[in-house]
């Protein structure tokens, strides 16, 4: 049996409780006040947001994901290196919330509450394999998760720093960002350096075999 869709609802409501959250978070008095200026039937509310302000706050973030991966598809991704394919992926999602940073503020904070620790990690899992399926990536092996753990660390610690941000157009954020990245990829050619030297080393497990059997 389809699950009933209530993608419609949940924009109206979300888009009526945006002026609110700032002052009153994502809690259920928010969403119930959202509601009646969209006219919801409460029974439609209770199923499209059966936990609340909770689910509430999942919608907003859910929204800016949906509009992140609109605007990387209409981008030139393909035309630019991957370091700045990432870069430009962090920033969109990151911009996409500039006119409502309070309301991502209160996210942020409620989620990082250890009992929404798995709303919160699938919600950062989806955005960062969004970025990496944008900036082209296929992989399917172990690169897969390393790659969006990674990614996962810089836009996690670079969320924060924009959270925090006063500077003129975020630029203390964008420098962190540009820092983070180029640390990443310094990492990613040690890595691919040593790879190239393991190979050519002997194996070691061969050499202990040759050793063991002689004299």
């Not at 700032?22 to 006040?33: H, V």
């Not at 700045?84 to 942020?108: G, M, N, P, Q, S």
């Not at 630029?171 to 050619?189: G, P, S």
């Amino acid at each position: 049996m389809q699950k009933p869709d209530y993608a419609k609802e949940t924009e109206a409501i979300l888009s009526a409780a945006l002026p609110d959250i700032p002052f009153d978070g994502f809690t259920d008095a928010t969403l119930k006040l959202a509601a009646e200026k969209a006219g919801i039937d409460p029974m439609q509310v209770k199923l499209a947001f059966p936990r609340g302000g909770l689910d509430l706050a999942v919608a907003f973030i859910k929204a800016g994901n949906a509009q992140m991966k609109a605007d990387l598809d209409r981008a030139a991704l393909s035309d630019m290196k991957i370091r700045d394919r990432i870069t430009y992926c962090v920033r969109t999602r990151l911009e996409i919330d500039t006119a409502h940073k309070e309301a991502a503020r209160r996210a942020f904070n409620l989620l990082a509450l250890p009992p929404h620790a798995v709303d919160a990690t699938k919600l950062l899992s989806a955005t960062v394999d969004a970025m990496w399926r944008a900036a082209g990536d296929t992989s399917t092996d172990g690169n897969f998760y390393s790659k969006r753990a990674i990614l996962a660390a810089v836009y996690g610690a670079t969320r924060l720093v924009w959270l925090n941000d006063d500077s003129e157009n975020h630029d203390k954020t964008w420098a962190f960002l540009d820092n983070r990245i180029a640390n990443v990829m310094e990492f990613e050619k040690a890595k691919a350096k040593w790879r190239d030297v393991k190979e050519k080393l002997p194996d070691p497990l061969a050499l202990l075999s040759r050793l063991r059997y002689r004299g």
